[in-house]
């Protein structure tokens, strides 16, 4: 049967949903991807877009405030998938749901890899000091979500697995007009390449926070019998005793 109801949070034992999804589980992504189009659209409209996307930390020469400013906002992006996967690995794992604890933790991990490559651009350092190939250095920064998503495909298929999917559909169609334009600097070539990576970045980021929230919702439905004080327990420990003086 096709997906229905709530989405089912990692470590709650039920089975996997079909692959068959309707189109609401796609819709905060639309409205993310709204946003995200909006911005590739005005940065199309300008004469110069490739200095929205250029890292700044390459772009000293030019004092404009707003040079690299696409690039920065993928970087907060990464961020914020980051710290919505670790706010909610630290959530679960004291709510006991010690499979999603590992499930999110594991991905704040392995997107925290991407996060550094891609404010650093280690990926480029390595290339021109070692001389390391780009499909090489680009399989190297991958690769822990590559295994993340292995390990826990099972946990994945229980969350809204086709925002991730676009998420990588995106990044990989950037990696692709990448290889298939070379290092051409032109208009044209770097909104086709960089506009697919920050809507990937964006699904990414949506995905997470979506997650978070749902393994939130989760706990709190089940606890809803629970008094507040005893789920703030649950999650942050017993208040420590005051002694009495005598």
């Not at 300008?46 to 405030?65: E, N």
């Not at 914020?80 to 006991?96: D, E, K, R």
């Not at 590992?102 to 991990?109: I, S």
Request: hydrophobic share 50%; charged share 15%.
């Amino acid at each position: 049967p096709p997906m229905t109801g709530r989405i089912t949070a990692p470590g709650e034992q039920t089975r996997r949903r079909s692959w068959r999804t309707p189109g609401p589980v796609l819709v905060p992504l639309g409205v993310v991807w709204l946003g995200g189009l909006t911005v590739l659209a005005l940065a199309a409209n300008r004469a110069d877009p490739q200095v929205l996307f250029f890292d700044p930390a390459f772009s000293a020469s030019d004092p404009k405030w707003y040079v690299g400013a696409i690039s920065q906002l993928g970087v907060l992006g990464w961020a914020v998938a980051v710290l919505s996967a670790g706010w909610s690995a630290w959530f679960a794992h004291h709510v006991g749901r010690p499979k999603a604890a590992r499930f999110l933790a594991r991905g704040a991990v392995a997107t925290a890899v991407l996060l550094f490559d891609d404010l650093f651009a280690f990926h480029a350092a390595a290339g021109g000091i070692l001389s390391i190939p780009k499909p090489v250095l680009a399989l190297l920064v991958t690769m822990p979500c590559g295994i993340w998503a292995i390990r826990h495909l099972d946990d994945i298929q229980r969350t809204r697995w086709p925002i991730l999917l676009a998420s990588v559909s995106c990044l990989a169609l950037s990696m692709a007009v990448e290889r298939a334009t070379g290092n051409s600097l032109g208009p044209r070539a770097t909104i086709a390449e960089d506009g697919p990576k920050f809507l990937g970045i964006l699904a990414w980021a949506t995905y997470f926070a979506l997650t978070s929230f749902d393994i939130a919702r989760s706990v709190l439905t089940q606890t809803h019998t629970r008094r507040p004080d005893e789920i703030l327990r649950t999650v942050v420990g017993p208040e420590p005793e005051v002694q009495r003086a005598s």
